[in-house]
């Protein structure tokens, strides 16, 4: 069963991400922006059980790499492979 906690931070971060990798190009700026993003969800999720969160973790990094895939601007995509990386990473 889903926790509503682990819909909702996925629905957000997963849709800001997008916002972020649309919003090209890939400037130092942007990546900071991405960063203090991922900062924010780590905090956040660490409301979650470490298992809800590894699982958490698993979902936006599967949903990122079929991201990546559908875009082709490269800027796009150094976006979303940074995040990807964090979420494989936790």
């Known amino acids: 069963m889903r926790d509503q906690a682990m819909d909702g931070l996925y ?6 991400i997008l916002e972020l990798a649309e919003r090209s190009p890939a400037t130092s700026e942007r990546k900071a922006e991405l960063n203090g993003l991922l900062e924010r969800f ?7 059980s470490p298992a809800c969160r590894r699982r958490l973790c ?3 990094a599967a949903q990122l790499e079929q991201e990546v895939l559908r875009f082709s601007d490269p800027d796009k995509k150094a976006i979303l492979a940074i995040a990807l990386k964090h979420f494989d990473g936790i």
């Open 11 to 16: 629905g957000r971060y997963h849709g800001r």
């Open 58 to 60: 698993e979902e936006l």
């Open 42 to 48: 780590d905090s956040e999720a660490r409301a979650l």
